[in-house]
């Protein structure tokens, strides 16, 4: 079992940064593949960031490229989500996800992983 704690939401102007953290415990190791999806109301859960416990590349969705980073703390079992120059579009829940990879496999879709935080809201003003 994994257990993921989402914080750092909030409300920020266009334009404006927020970092999102993401503590997890439980059964991780090495082989995790840490994700972060995001939901809009009546919208589908969109894939925003993924990397590996282990190290190594990132990955990213297209809408956030170049404006969001995702990072780890391997010591503090922590994944952050560094979000700059916010949109109103990037108003969503977002949520924090795990699933194990022992080939190092990254999933962009969010029904791959079996792990999910509780979410934290991010809401942008224009």
């Known amino acids: 079992q994994v257990q993921l704690v989402e914080s750092g939401g909030g409300l920020v102007q266009a334009g404006g940064s927020l970092r999102l953290s993401c503590a997890a415990s439980?059964?991780?190791?090495?082989?995790?593949?840490m994700g972060w999806f995001r939901q809009a109301p009546g919208k589908e859960r969109e894939f925003v960031a993924a990397t590996k416990w282990s190290g190594g590349s990132t990955y990213y969705g297209d809408s956030v490229k170049g404006r969001f980073t995702i990072s780890r703390d391997n010591a503090k079992n922590t994944v952050y989500l560094q979000m700059n120059s916010l949109k109103p579009e990037d108003t969503a829940v977002y949520y924090c996800?795990?699933?194990?990879?022992?080939?190092?496999?990254?999933?962009?879709?969010?029904?791959?992983?079996?792990?999910w935080g509780q979410g934290t809201q991010v809401a942008v003003s224009s």
């Open positions: 996800a795990a699933q194990a990879s022992p080939w190092g496999r990254v999933w962009y879709g969010w029904h791959e992983y079996e792990y």
């Open positions: 439980g059964r991780t190791d090495s082989s995790y593949v």
